[in-house]
Structure formats: C-alpha cells, structure tokens
C-alpha cells in the first residue's frame, strides 16, 4: 500500500518559546530624504514607523528583495525599523579590515545589547519596550547596495567599489533584523526590552 502521508512520518524537532532580555543601547533617525540616520535620545513610534525617519509609511516600493513583484510595486512596510548589534558588526568590520562600522552609515534605527546572535531571531518575535511599545520581528537584513556603498564612503575606503563589494558577503546573517511597529509610543536609550521567542520547529533530514 503506496504511503499517503510521507512528510507525518519525517521527525521535528520543536525549538520551545523562550524570554530574552536585552536594552535599546543606542537610538537613530535618518532624515526624510536620506538613508543614513543620526544618534537621537527617543525614537516616536506610530503605525507608520518612526516619525519622519526615511524607512516611515504603511506602504513601501518593492525592490530586488522581491523578485516575486515587478519593482517598484506598492506593499506593506515590513521594513519599518532597522535592528543591529555592535558584536556582530564589529565581526563586520574586521572581516572587511575596518576599525569599525558605524550603525548609523547602515541605516541603523536600534542597536540592542544582550542579545547572542540577533541576526538570526526568528520572524515573529516580540520586543516589549518597558515603556509600552511593541515592535515585531520580520526577518533578517540583507546587506544592500546603498548601505555597502556608505560603509566604504564613511570609511574613507581607498577604492570605494571595490570596498562596497565586500560588504554583502561580511555581512551575511550579522546585517541585524528589520521589524515594524505593533504598538506605538516612545522608546528611550538605555529602556530595557524583554523578547518574546516564538516556538519554532524544522525537519531532521
């Protein structure tokens, strides 16, 4: 008898829900009309994304990644806020033989500390603000042509081309998370965040 259900009988491992902490460690806005964001001691949070930051907005462009829609396609922002650590670019910066990267060329919006290995929370992960704000998990950011260029422009790269080619392979899976806004308010540096880890499963091979 042929087996009707193939996939029931692959074994999952089950990756239980779980509590971090961690702390809003440093705070960015980017201008309306630029892509790098400057230090600012709160961040005023709306359904929109960050007041007046240049990634704000229900609704953005679709660009390269997503292939699946001609560019330049109307979708939702998932992209409001962009999430980095300072361990993971440090590793960055070394492998691209820099003293350091700024989070602030990369469009940074948060740097969070305490938590191992950021880049590769899981979509669906809750950041509860201590003073009231939700922000949501997406996914993971993949480096970009605008951020690799302003990495090797900031740093004074002596062939800047040369120096944004580098970028995307430094960077991947230690570029930080994008997330959008869940609950609105304000977030100051130094607030306190606890996460919320959703359960995840994967197949064994």
């Not at 009988?9 to 509590?19: D, F, G, N, T, Y």
């Not at 005023?44 to 960050?50: P, S, T, Y």
């Not at 560019?71 to 910066?93: F, H, K, W």
Request: hydrophobic content about 45%.
């Amino acid at each position: 008898m042929p087996d009707l259900f193939p996939e029931a009988e692959k074994p999952v491992e089950i990756i239980a829900a779980r509590k971090l902490a961690a702390r809003a460690a440093a705070l960015y806005v980017a201008p309306a009309d630029h892509f790098q964001t400057r230090p600012v001691d709160e961040l005023r949070l709306g359904f929109d994304g960050i007041s007046g930051d240049f990634h704000a907005g229900p609704t953005r462009r679709s660009g390269g990644r997503e292939p699946w829609y001609p560019r330049g396609t109307e979708m939702r922002n998932e992209r409001q806020l962009s999430i980095v650590a300072a361990d993971e670019l440090a590793v960055v910066a070394e492998r691209m033989g820099l003293a350091e990267i700024k989070p602030e060329w990369i469009g940074a919006n948060l740097v969070m500390e305490g938590v191992p290995n950021l880049s590769m929370l899981p979509s669906g992960t809750l950041l509860f603000f201590k003073g009231g704000v939700t922000i949501k998990v997406d996914a993971q950011n993949g480096p970009c042509r605008i951020a690799s260029r302003s990495i090797a422009e900031n740093a004074g790269m002596a062939d800047v081309e040369a120096g944004a080619l580098l970028f995307p392979k430094a960077a991947k899976r230690l570029r930080g998370i994008v997330a959008w806004v869940e609950k609105p308010g304000t977030v100051r540096a130094g607030e306190e965040i606890s996460l919320r880890v959703p359960e995840q499963w994967i197949y064994q091979a």
